[in-house]
């Protein structure tokens, strides 16, 4: 088991092992927007900041289009069935009017505020205590997505542009804790979780 608190990619097994653990949340308004929230970490590689961020008008048909707080650019991403199908149900189970993607649903002062960078580590920290990995944090959907997107083919360049890095040779941090020998990355192939 790794215990790198600054991230690494998940393994399929933890990835399934996470969206099972999701499944099984009693509430069922948690269990869509932490379904949600983990397929848009792993399909988009965004930064919690970003995510948090999110209204429903960031979503216009298949595409999500976002502000990239680090690079201070927009970010559109063409979202896979999947992740559109996960959107829809989450739509169906949130509040009418709340212009929030993830609002805060707790009892104090920021209830009905975006959940803050922190409250979506927790989320997660919850259930990696629940799958064995209690480091988990949203960094890791970061590596995860940029390890598959390398793994499948994806050139230097578009996972690059796909994250919001404006040279290439961001990716080698990620490189670095990942399993993926940077000699071995081909050029281009469609990109899937």
Known sequence: ?????????????????LLQA???????????????????????????ADLASLTWNHF????????????????TIILPPRVLEALNQYRLTTPPNQPHLFPSYSRNASKGKPLTDHALN???KY???QINLPNLSTRWFRHT?????LAQGHSYGMVSAHLGHREPKSLLWYLENSNI?????????????
């Open 1 to 17: 088991m790794h215990t790198d608190k600054s991230g690494r990619p998940l393994t399929p097994q933890e990835i399934t092992q």
């Open 22 to 48: 999701i499944e099984l949340h009693p509430k069922p308004l948690h269990r869509s927007r932490d379904h949600l929230l983990t397929l848009l970490f792993l399909y988009t590689g965004a930064r919690r």
């Open 60 to 75: 216009q048909d298949n595409q999500l289009t976002y502000y990239n707080h680090k690079s201070k650019h927009p970010q």
């Open 122 to 124: 927790r989320i997660f």
């Open 127 to 129: 259930y990696g205590n």
């Open 145 to 149: 997505c940029t390890s598959l997107a």
């Open 181 to 193: 020998p940077p000699d071995s990355v081909p050029t281009q192939v469609k990109f899937t979780v």
